[in-house]
């Protein structure tokens, strides 16, 4: 057996000693400067992956001389990214958000620009969410995102062609929830006291109005029952409502809406009470310059794209018609999408108008069907004048061109039972003594395995 036991006279350890103890004191002060600079990192690498309550204070690190000189050093991928969130204050956008954080305006425009068949980032609520993952090597945002309710988070990746928009979506559970009450006075002094928000309540009121006066027919006594749909997630309501159905006893007469599954709404005889939706948004029809397409080579830009809506070439100044009854949900004015309306219909449609000259309506307006909106023209980022449209059904944008849109006066026999069915469930839940009942389960909710745009 071989020893590799080596003998050192008294000198030559000491020698070593010293060598060796200035060897370790400079590895010592080294490992202590670069742990410390690698510890400041990682406690920005643990930020945990929850969205949580930062105050403003938080600021991304300056772009300092030092990180640049490390982009050409293969990072270590922990290292890279940290994460920072960020909850909307009142007063606030999405630009001085970017400041703030002294993010550069121009990586913004990139997401608003992934944003554009979309627009779920222009208009921020207090309370919003907000996260930013940090590209620290290349010192830049290597990704955005927002959380539109609990169901719902957009976020906006960089790729090699800009930022990349994609959802993550966790599935609802639906609940039937049910308002009895009686008239006190005014019925939406009376419904609202009961508990119904003011849109149900004025969902109602359009609803009926066409056969029920409000201020001439309802007497103190009269009673009402409304079912509302709410998605839940954990037992937890989520702030999406829809109506399923209402009616009010008046004078010993039933008035009631009964939705249908055509996303529209009918009497218990199956008789519209909502006008059908029109094809065209205008008075004339206009050529289509740009389809409905899941995935169309953007004209200014080259980039392929969704195209949510159908683009009709027309002179600035044409006249722009509310397609349905509804309610103006938002007015605003996008870099790309120029001035634009959205406007929430009755059931399950809502409607959008870009590039407008000029906007007629006001936020949370009712409108009617025909009505002129607004007036077309060429705003925001456009290659002339033309009013692009959009049709969404459970706010999934179709083609509004070959979608079915309820255009029934009355529902046909072929589906006349299956409604009558749903009716006598309504009506036996209004007079049970259940106010809450479960719908469906997250596993069957079909409406929620496919969020994405219809790619129809
Ligand atoms: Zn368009």
């Known amino acids: 057996m071989i020893s590799n036991k080596v003998y050192f006279n008294r000198q030559t350890v000491a020698q070593f000693e010293i060598a060796f103890g200035s060897i370790a004191f400079v ?28 105050d403003q204070q938080i600021q991304i690190p300056k772009r300092s001389a030092k990180t640049q000189q490390l982009s050409s050093i293969p990072p270590l991928n922990e290292r890279q990214f940290y994460d920072l969130s960020y909850v909307v204050v009142t007063g606030d956008s999405l630009e001085t958000i970017f400041k703030k954080h002294q993010l550069p305006i121009t990586e913004l425009l990139e997401i608003l620009e992934a944003d554009e068949p979309y627009l779920f980032l222009d208009v921020l609520r207090p309370g919003d969410q907000l996260r930013f993952r940090v590209d620290k090597v290349r010192n830049r945002l290597d990704a955005f995102s927002r959380v539109l309710d609990p169901s719902k988070t957009v976020s906006y990746r960089r790729s090699d062609d800009g930022f990349v928009y994609d959802e993550i979506v966790i599935p609802t559970s639906k609940v039937a929830e049910v308002t009895r009450g009686k008239v006190f006075g005014s019925f939406y002094v009376s419904a609202s006291s009961s508990g119904l928000s003011d849109n149900s309540v004025m969902t109602i009121t359009q609803l009926l109005r066409s056969s029920l006066n409000f201020n001439r027919d309802l007497r103190a006594g009269d009673h009402f029952q409304v079912v509302m749909e709410r998605e839940t997630i954990d037992g937890r309501t989520i702030g999406k409502d829809r109506l399923l159905a209402a009616r009010i006893y008046s004078r010993g007469k039933e008035y009631g809406a009964y939705l249908h599954s055509d996303g529209s709404y009918y009497d218990s005889n199956g008789s519209s009470l909502v006008p059908a939706l029109l094809r065209y948004p205008t008075r004339q029809k206009f050529r289509i310059s740009s389809h409905f397409s899941p995935r169309r080579r953007h004209p200014v830009t080259g980039l392929f794209k969704p195209h949510h809506g159908v683009d009709f070439a027309m002179p600035t100044g044409t006249p722009v018609l509310s397609t349905g009854h509804g309610r103006v949900t938002r007015i605003a004015n996008h870099p790309y999408a120029g001035k634009y309306i959205d406007i929430d219909q009755f059931g399950s449609y809502s409607t959008r108008f870009l590039h407008l000259s000029k906007i007629l309506v006001t936020k949370g307006q009712r409108v009617q069907r025909g009505q002129v909106i607004a007036l077309s023209g060429n705003t925001g980022r456009s290659t002339g004048p033309h009013l692009h449209y959009e049709l969404h059904v459970k706010g999934r944008p179709v083609n509004p061109i070959t979608a079915s849109i309820p255009m029934l006066k009355s529902i046909p026999d072929s589906e006349i039972n299956n409604f009558r069915l749903q009716v006598a469930d309504m009506q036996k839940l209004m007079v049970s003594d259940e106010s809450i009942v479960q719908l469906d389960s997250p596993v069957t909710n079909e409406s929620q395995t496919d969020q994405r745009p219809d790619q129809s």
């Open 27 to 54: 590895c010592l002060c080294w490992f202590w400067y670069s742990s410390s600079d690698s510890l400041s990192i990682s406690t920005a690498d643990q930020i945990p992956p929850v969205i949580e309550h930062v």
